[in-house]
T-cell receptor, first 114, second 111 residues
Framework: EPEVTQTPSHQVTQMGQEVILRCVPISNHLYFYWYRQILGQKVEFLVSFYNNEISEKSEIFDDQFSVERPDGSNFTLKIRSTKLEDSAMYFC????????????FGPGTRLTVL | QKEVEQNSGPLSVPEGAIASLNCTYSDRGSQSFFWYRQYSGKSPELIMFIYSNGDKEDGRFTAQLNKASQYVSLLIRDSQPSDSATYLCAVNGGSQGNLIFGKGTKLSVKP
């Protein structure tokens, strides 16, 4: 069964450094998302991406964040200057449709900012 | 601010019993509702979705939706210890399908 993949599984970085988290969505899906989950807290929406552009973003997704689909398969989340509070699990998800589509999540990248 | 509320639990049931998980949501315009299972340290795994009022059954799982009461529930029949996990209720939050999650209900099934 097709699945969303993410790399790396764990990223450790120093505060102020840039990180890029990578995702390969399910191949025939059109909608892509990033979510994060701080330890012990709920899953929070960051950004949705459709037709090669950001379609929605949350208040969390400020100027430090950016997303890109550099080729036909990868979907990346960049954090320009990491802060301690960016430490979280970051999940990529994809869907065949928007509102009604089933969203499938990747295994996540655990980001630790020191 | 759109909200999804769940009882955090833990909810403890004996093996073989029915587990009942509940969720309420604030946005009356929400159209799509999802239940995810999340094991500790893992990603959310989709187990049920429902769009219409009423019940939807899939194996041991039944999702129930009542839009008038803004209430969605998940029943797990014949609960197994492997069902022990946190169950996340999610509601579509925007036109592009982004999800708003509740905090989750931790379910423990005792052998």
């Amino acid at each position: 069964e097709p699945e969303v993949t993410q790399t790396p599984s764990h990223q450790v970085t120093q505060m102020g450094q840039e990180v890029i988290l990578r995702c390969v969505p399910i191949s025939n899906h059109l909608y892509f998302y990033w979510y994060r989950q701080i330890l012990g807290q709920k899953v929070e929406f960051l950004v949705s991406f459709y037709n090669n552009e950001i379609s929605e973003k949350s208040e969390i997704f400020d100027d430090q964040f950016s997303v890109e689909r550099p080729d036909g398969s990868n979907f990346t989340l960049k954090i320009r200057s990491t802060k301690l509070e960016d430490s979280a699990m970051y999940f990529c998800a994809s869907s065949e449709a928007g509102t009604s589509g089933r969203k499938f999540f990747g295994p996540g990248t655990r980001l630790t900012v020191l | 601010q759109k909200e999804v509320e769940q009882n955090s639990g833990p909810l403890s049931v004996p093996e073989g019993a029915i587990a009942s998980l509940n969720c309420t949501y604030s946005d009356r315009g929400s159209q799509s509702f999802f239940w995810y299972r999340q094991y500790s340290g893992k990603s959310p795994e989709l187990i049920m979705f429902i769009y219409s009022n009423g019940d939807k059954e899939d194996g041991r799982f039944t999702a129930q939706l009542n839009k008038a009461s803004q209430y969605v529930s998940l029943l797990i029949r014949d609960s197994q210890p492997s069902d022990s996990a946190t169950y996340l209720c999610a509601v579509n939050g925007g036109s592009q399908g982004n999800l708003i999650f509740g905090k989750g209900t931790k379910l423990s099934v005792k052998p």
